[in-house]
T-cell receptor
């Protein structure tokens, strides 16, 4: 299994809603990442988890809350988002934090209304 | 931070080689150059990486200049399915580990 699976594929949420994005990999990778991508822009790094611990937070607003419950799973909890947070959210994994050969999921397309 | 510069777009005829350049003049001695591509509506896909020597795999070849300030990704026989945005990346070392920072990329159009 060489896939990174993200669910849901599409999500529409109101500004007062609480929702979560899920990312799963079964490749034994110990580094996992969240990226945000706006239309026609490159992916922007949000968070890096290394061995289930948050190692990098790129000054992301607290309305985005990552969680890594185990080595296969990465969540992104969303609360009180703004319409400008609408974007494609990409999850990636790599064998370790020193390896940049990352495997990306297909993303969750989020629309905040 | 090491940065990369790529042309915003390029065209290539189907069946011909596509040569995508990248400048990374501030790269440090032990930093690798990575290439990813992103086909429309999909997640980025790793292509190849290298340090000093030229590299080749089933997808592409990577040519790095001797001074390591620039590199070229070569798709030897481009197909329509190679139409994508190609990102040249140099990792940035942070206190929390390495960060993969995507630049603006090159939008490659392969035409029949």
């Amino acid at each position: 299994d060489t896939e990174v699976t993200q669910t849901p594929k599409h999500l529409v949420m109101g500004m007062t809603n609480k929702k979560s994005l899920k990312c799963e990999q079964h490749m034994g990778h110990r580094a996992m990442y969240w990226y945000k991508q706006k239309a026609k822009k490159p992916p922007e790094l949000m968070f890096v988890y290394s061995y289930e611990k948050l190692s990098i937070n790129e000054s992301v607003p607290s309305r985005f809350s990552p969680e890594c419950p185990n080595s296969s799973l990465l969540n992104l909890h969303l609360h009180a988002l703004q319409p400008e947070d609408s974007a494609l959210y990409l999850c990636a994994s790599a064998t370790g934090p020193m390896n940049t050969e990352a495997f990306f999921g297909q993303g969750t397309r989020l629309t905040v209304v | 931070d090491a940065k990369t510069t790529q042309p915003p777009s390029m065209d290539c005829a189907e069946g011909r080689a596509a040569n995508l350049p990248c400048n990374h003049s501030t790269i440090s001695g032990n930093e690798y150059v990575y290439w990813y591509r992103q086909i429309h509506s999909q997640g980025p896909q790793y292509i190849i990486h290298g340090l000093k020597n030229n590299e080749t795999n089933e997808m592409a070849s990577l040519i790095i200049t001797e001074d390591r300030k620039s590199s070229t990704l070569i798709l030897p026989h481009a197909t329509l399915r190679d139409t994508a945005v190609y990102y040249c990346i140099v990792r940035v070392l942070n206190t929390g580990g390495f960060k993969t920072i995507f630049g603006a990329g090159t939008r490659l159009f392969v035409k029949a």
